[in-house]
């Protein structure tokens, strides 16, 4: 096994679940400050061969584990969010490069949530721009093989990054008092990093083209645990299917989910579709807000998005 500094801790990873499919869930925790200095790490991992089980039965109960390990790195654009909130609590996400200074990522990921009075008089919580964390950490991820003592072995090597935040100006989360989502708005925040990600980090293509109504999207994440309580580090993907747009500006897609995903609370990460261009980035996974099953669709948003990216085209 190799290991040095590593973000990754494989027993816990095994004995806790793993990873989920789709986005990351925005888990809170204390923790120390993270560095600010870019940093790299490699660890062992089990071999992944394609006979991996569906589950792992520990402790006399069964993890389910949802989608598939990324070990061909097709989806190595999706990252992991790391902020820190007013409340002195981190906030751990997806997030997806889509240039080399910058990775997007959900506004409810990385901006506190407040009580508030809901249109209809309830007592509910709003989520916005004016009480987001300022800074975050991008951890970046690839897998590697190579061969020890005649096996082959499996690992990853990590990157750290450090970057500034930029939620969108109109965004807008607001839920009533059982958490189902009243109205979504802009649910999207960009991080823009001290120094550009390395060649190894692929940037996601933006979508020029609304999705639609039955097509597939590949959904990526870094997973979270309901059971366990437990956030992972292992990138897996998985295939939903497009079922509705919820609100009527076409912003808040609901997706079919497969059976026997344990991983329904992940947010932030990136929703793909295939096409002869390649990967396209067409939303941002909202799975830990209200019902589930939905990302923001990115399309609404692209000219946005393609101003903040023109901002920085140079390493600061």
Same mark, same amino acid.
């Given at each position: 096994?190799?290991?040095?500094?590593?973000?990754?801790?494989? *027993?816990?990873?095994?004995?806790?679940?793993?990873?989920?499919? =789709?986005?990351?869930?925005?888990?809170?925790?204390?923790?120390?400050?993270?560095?600010? !200095?870019?940093?790299?790490?490699?660890?062992?991992?089990?071999? %992944? @061969?394609?006979?991996?089980?569906?589950?792992? %039965?520990?402790?006399?109960?069964?993890?389910?584990?949802?989608?598939?390990?990324? /070990?061909?790195?097709?989806?190595?654009?999706?990252?992991? !969010?790391?902020?820190?909130?007013? #409340?002195?609590?981190?906030?751990?996400?997806?997030? /997806?490069?889509?240039?080399?200074?910058?990775?997007?990522?959900?506004?409810?990921? /990385?901006?506190?949530?407040?009580?508030?009075?809901?249109?209809?008089? #309830?007592?509910?919580?709003?989520?916005?721009?004016?009480?987001?964390?300022?800074?975050?950490?991008?951890?970046?991820?690839?897998?590697?093989?190579?061969?020890?003592?005649?096996?082959? =072995?499996?690992? @990853?090597?990590?990157?750290?990054?450090?970057?500034?935040?930029?939620?969108?100006?109109?965004?807008?989360?607001?839920?009533?008092?059982?958490?189902? !989502?009243?109205?979504?708005?802009?649910?999207?925040?960009?991080?823009?990093?001290?120094?550009?990600?390395?060649?190894?980090?692929?940037?996601?293509?933006?979508? #020029?083209?609304?999705?639609?109504?039955?097509?597939?999207?590949?959904?990526?994440?870094?997973?979270? #645990?309901?059971?366990?309580?437990?956030?992972?580090?292992?990138?897996?993907?998985?295939?939903?299917?497009?079922?509705?747009?919820?609100?009527? @500006?076409?912003?808040?897609?609901? /997706?079919?989910?497969?059976?026997?995903?344990?991983?329904?609370?992940?947010?932030?990460?990136?929703?793909?579709?295939?096409?002869?261009?390649?990967?396209?980035?067409?939303?941002?996974?909202?799975?830990?807000?209200?019902? @589930?099953?939905?990302?923001?669709?990115?399309? *609404?948003?692209?000219?946005?998005?393609?101003?903040?990216?023109?901002?920085?085209?140079?390493?600061?």
């Amino acid at each position: 096994m190799r290991s040095s500094g590593c973000f990754l801790q494989l *027993p816990i990873l095994l004995l806790m679940g793993l990873l989920g499919c =789709q986005g990351c869930p925005s888990s809170r925790s204390e923790a120390s400050d993270a560095s600010s !200095v870019p940093s790299k790490s490699v660890v062992a991992l089990e071999n %992944l @061969g394609p006979g991996q089980p569906e589950s792992l %039965l520990v402790e006399q109960r069964l993890i389910e584990l949802a989608g598939q390990i990324d /070990v061909d790195n097709r989806y190595a654009s999706a990252v992991m !969010v790391k902020a820190r909130l007013r #409340d002195g609590f981190w906030t751990t996400c997806g997030g /997806v490069a889509i240039g080399r200074l910058f990775v997007l990522t959900a506004g409810h990921c /990385v901006c506190e949530r407040r009580s508030t009075v809901t249109p209809q008089a #309830d007592k509910g919580t709003i989520i916005d721009s004016s009480a987001c964390a300022t800074a975050a950490t991008v951890e970046a991820f690839r897998y590697l093989r190579w061969k020890e003592g005649g096996r082959e =072995q499996s690992g @990853g090597e990590g990157r750290t990054y450090s970057g500034s935040i930029h939620p969108h100006p109109s965004f807008e989360v607001l839920m009533d008092g059982q958490g189902h !989502v009243v109205s979504s708005r802009a649910d999207l925040a960009l991080i823009q990093l001290e120094k550009p990600l390395g060649e190894e980090v692929p940037t996601a293509l933006l979508a #020029d083209e609304e999705v639609q109504v039955g097509a597939p999207v590949i959904i990526v994440g870094y997973g979270y #645990d309901e059971v366990s309580d437990f956030f992972g580090s292992e990138r897996r993907f998985c295939v939903n299917r497009v079922e509705k747009f919820l609100e009527p @500006g076409a912003e808040r897609v609901q /997706v079919t989910q497969p059976g026997g995903h344990r991983y329904r609370s992940d947010s932030g990460g990136p929703c793909f579709r295939a096409s002869t261009a390649g990967l396209e980035l067409v939303g941002i996974s909202s799975r830990n807000l209200g019902e @589930g099953a939905t990302f923001t669709s990115t399309y *609404p948003y692209r000219d946005w998005l393609r101003k903040e990216l023109r901002r920085s085209t140079t390493t600061p």
